[in-house]
């Protein structure tokens, strides 16, 4: 954290700042669409993250300001009822007043700065990240005692209630409990997790096509309507309870469009459990083959991939060869793709991302060489 941060917290508020609460962007290794289906995940924390800088106010008013977004602030009455105020990402922060809330907690007014380096609209989970951000300043500052799990819950509600983004649990539960160097094996269903190592060789690589995402809210919240008919018609509560056999013997009662997102999610499952044993292995070939897989399925089945999007797989899995592992990751519809591969080989993705992506597809992308960072961190400064 620097100092012109704090500096700037002082110039806002005229007073100190009491804590800073932090959480990491994500990217997934794999196991896309699998979250709201109860299925497994597998991602890691990035070193990119959302700082909030915090401090009790004692008139119920939240005031909150971003060095992201300078000249834009956002401030409300906690008395009055929440919602939706003219700032989309103050937003976030009277979605998770509201959740918290109407969960009967009663929170203290507060003054925020917040400043984050994750990148947005590239599906690395900005908003998670600000969410748990959030959670973890309100939990300090209120003395809600929640865990790390819980504010993760509180951040999906924030999304589902009042952003009508109907997503899963995965962004907001690596974003609270990730380990720095692990990747985090999460069983949607239960919330089990199990931290697994990430080779220290191998370096997660992220490109973002920038490519403009739009109408990603309905088309997300769309594939999940699929995903629940394609389980009624199984007769099963969600697709985790669902197997390949049982998919064969329904196909007729769904429509063309049900049956392949069911596919999808069924068939990705599989590859996470194996995607695991593949990393903790060092078995490149696998990793390889599986996160092919993975790509060809978010493409043909869940159909969530843009040509920009199946172009940079293809450009970095050329140069890369049988080196890396490569897929699209997160929401999809654009956004970044991830590639595995050891440290020495990045090289290859800069090089072949800079002579062919913008010549094929008129956008420029930016790669990012990443970590896997901790989760949710929240400290208090001494008075
Ligand atoms: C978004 C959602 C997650 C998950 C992914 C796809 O990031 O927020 O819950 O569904 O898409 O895997």
């Not at 002082?10 to 959480?23: C, H, N, W």
């Not at 800069?350 to 901790?374: I, N, S």
Request: charged share 15%; with cysteine; hydrophobic share 45%.
């Amino acid at each position: 954290m620097s100092q012109a941060f704090i500096n700037t917290f002082q110039q806002l508020y005229a007073a100190q700042p009491e804590g800073l609460s932090s959480a990491p962007g994500r990217v997934n290794l794999i196991g896309e669409f699998t979250d709201y289906n109860l299925g497994y995940v597998f991602p890691a924390a990035l070193n990119f993250r959302t700082q909030v800088l915090f401090r009790a106010r004692t008139d119920q008013q939240m005031v909150v300001h971003s060095q992201n977004y300078p000249g834009e602030s956002d401030r409300f009455s906690l008395q009055d009822p929440i919602t939706p105020g003219p700032s989309q990402w103050g937003n976030y922060i009277r979605a998770m007043v509201y959740v918290l809330q109407q969960a009967g907690f009663t929170l203290t007014g507060a003054d925020l700065l917040i400043d984050s380096d994750v990148p947005q609209g590239a599906g690395l989970s900005s908003s998670a990240a600000l969410e748990v951000a959030i959670g973890g300043a309100f939990n300090q500052l209120s003395g809600l005692a929640l865990t790390p799990a819980q504010i993760a819950l509180f951040g999906q509600q924030a999304e589902n209630q009042f952003m009508n983004c109907q997503c899963g649990i995965m962004d907001q539960m690596i974003s609270a409990q990730a380990t720095a160097g692990h990747a985090l094996l999460l069983d949607c269903a239960t919330l089990a997790t199990r931290a697994v190592a990430i080779p220290p060789e191998l370096a997660l690589v992220i490109v973002n096509s920038n490519y403009p995402r739009k109408l990603v809210d309905s088309e997300y919240n769309g594939r999940r309507q699929d995903c629940e008919q394609a389980a009624a018609i199984m007769g099963v509560s969600t697709l985790r309870d669902a197997s390949m056999d049982l998919l064969q013997q329904h196909q007729n009662a769904m429509t063309a469009q049900q049956y392949k997102r069911a596919h999808h999610v069924i068939s990705e499952n599989a590859r996470v459990l194996a995607t695991v044993d593949a990393l903790q292995q060092s078995d490149m070939t696998q990793l390889r083959l599986l996160m092919q897989a993975s790509h060809q399925s978010l493409r043909d089945d869940f159909e969530v991939t843009v040509p920009a999007t199946d172009g940079l797989v293809e450009i970095c899995q050329t140069a890369l060869g049988s080196k890396g592992a490569v897929r699209m990751t997160g929401g999809g519809f654009g956004g970044a793709i991830i590639c595995l591969c050891a440290q020495q080989d990045v090289v290859l993705v800069e090089q072949a991302v800079a002579a062919h992506y913008q010549a094929r597809f008129g956008l420029k992308a930016d790669v990012y060489v990443c970590q896997a960072g901790a989760g949710l961190t929240v400290q208090t400064f001494a008075a």
